[in-house]
């Protein structure tokens, strides 16, 4: 009997151990630390898996230079809808060229990623469309289904009518 008990409780435990233990996927948004022990979380989304313990992050907000593989460790947690866009680190502001202190129109992260299925308005119709890039917090490149590459372009949010 007592050994039962102890198995039972052992595999709850393993259990939980699993289910927290979620491999992350790509295009999944998640809070990263800058560094390592800097303290900074900054929102990003996962491009790419390089093991099961190390993946490639994309922070909002930032150019793809800034791109990074990290360890699962430094990812906090998996982020749904709006986040506040903390301020960039020194090296980032001095790098971009920008102070260290956002402005007003920094504070919302762009909600929507890479392969998303959108609803775009253009002159008064509404078309189908698919993520093609982040270019920034407020701007998207689509892609219309069902038109050529041509027709790709750089859309801003108030633009999207909402997902598919």
Known sequence: ???ARHWLALSGL???LVA????YRIGEHVLVEWEAGSGQFHPAYVVDRVGEARVVVH?????SRF???VSVDRIKGRVEGLVAMPPPPAKVARAVGSSETPDAGAAVV???KVGDRVKVRWRNSVYPAVVL?????DRLKVHYEGLENAWDETVTLDR???RR
Not at 59 to 63: A, L, P, T, V
Not at 133 to 137: F, G, Q
């Open 160 to 162: 999207l009518v909402g």
């Open 14 to 16: 393993l259990l939980v």
């Open 133 to 137: 890039e982040v270019v920034a917090r």
């Open 59 to 63: 922070f909002d907000g930032y150019d």
């Open 110 to 112: 762009n909600p929507y």
């Open 67 to 69: 791109d990074e593989e």
């Open 20 to 23: 927290c233990n979620r491999r």
């Open 1 to 3: 009997m007592n050994r």
